[in-house]
């Protein structure tokens, strides 16, 4: 039996020529490790082209302790406000 705890995210990705795409995704200790794959899992699930990304704009849906266990998340939230920018060829900047 799989008793992986799942962190759940809310993902609102803005797009130069496309609609937002929102949605709800649940992230894995390994897509935890850093805000680096935090992004690359995302981007994975996105509608619209990667390249012609804008803005992420992340909610999470957790528990404190999972803030203090995960850098990853304790970043997202304090040190970026849970906002990252993408340049015009969809490069985090």
């Known amino acids: 039996?799989?008793?992986?705890?799942l962190i759940k995210l809310e993902v609102i990705a803005t797009f130069d020529n496309f609609p937002q795409d929102i949605f709800t995704t649940?992230?894995?200790?390994?897509?935890?490790?850093?805000?680096?794959?935090?992004?690359?899992y995302i981007?994975?699930?996105?509608?619209f082209p990667k390249d012609d990304l804008v803005k992420l704009s992340l909610c999470w849906?957790?528990?404190?302790?999972?803030i203090i266990k995960y850098k990853s998340i304790s970043d997202?939230?304090?040190?970026?406000?849970?906002?990252?920018?993408?340049d015009w060829g969809g490069e985090l900047i």
């Open 61 to 66: 849906i957790c528990e404190e302790q999972d």
């Open 26 to 40: 649940h992230l894995k200790d390994q897509h935890l490790q850093s805000e680096k794959t935090i992004i690359e």
């Open 76 to 86: 997202s939230i304090y040190k970026n406000n849970g906002k990252y920018f993408f």
């Open 1 to 5: 039996m799989n008793t992986e705890k």
């Open 43 to 47: 981007q994975e699930q996105l509608d």
